[in-house]
């Protein structure tokens, strides 16, 4: 059987790196390096591209980022791609109470990966969301925001469930799952061109 494809991961969130060893472990040699980009401020998209570009440089060679971030609809939106200073400010009780004289609980949990084949690629984006609701932290505070998140269609939230459920469920596994269908479009392309040569 030929090796596993390598692709290198720059993340500074080792929950997110776990994850993603178990998504995408069985279909690459998922390699990482832990550095906190820094990150502008904008859409999720443009968030997610700018923080590739700089892992491209950093690493010279190809490299995936990604960018997660939690809309509420009561609030258009927000806090999305900046959920990571709120939860560190007022943490999840306080992300709770921000929608206290809300009826609209609702939520979107969106991951959006952006992969470039090097520094000066213009990096290309797969996107991921799941909607459902904000409800009263349940479960072990293992991974961000994963406590307040209850899926639409689930009882239990991203904390409650089992990680297995999880991974097969979330706003990251369909982003993955979309990088993954293109990169092995790619090899696939390679490979028969390498066949005709
Ligand atoms: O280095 P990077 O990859 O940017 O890692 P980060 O932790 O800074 O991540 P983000 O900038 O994407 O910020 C997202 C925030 O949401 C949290 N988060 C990301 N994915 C999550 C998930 O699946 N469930 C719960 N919380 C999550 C994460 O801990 C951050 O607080
Ligand atoms: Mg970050």
New binding site residues.
Partial sequence: MADKQKLLFV???K??LAEMQALLGDHFQLDSISI??P?LQGSSNEIAREKCKKAAEFAKGPVY????GLGFGALNGLPGPY??WF?ESIGLEGLVKMLEGYTDKSAVAYCTIAYTTGPGSEPILFEGSVKGSIVNPMGPRT????PIFKPDRHNDT?ATMDPAVKNAI?H?SVAVLKLRQYLEKELELRRSLAVME
């Fill in positions: 993340t500074g969130n929950n997110k906190d980009l990150e980022v990604e960018d997660t959920i990571k939860l991974f961000g925001w994963d991203y979330s990251r």
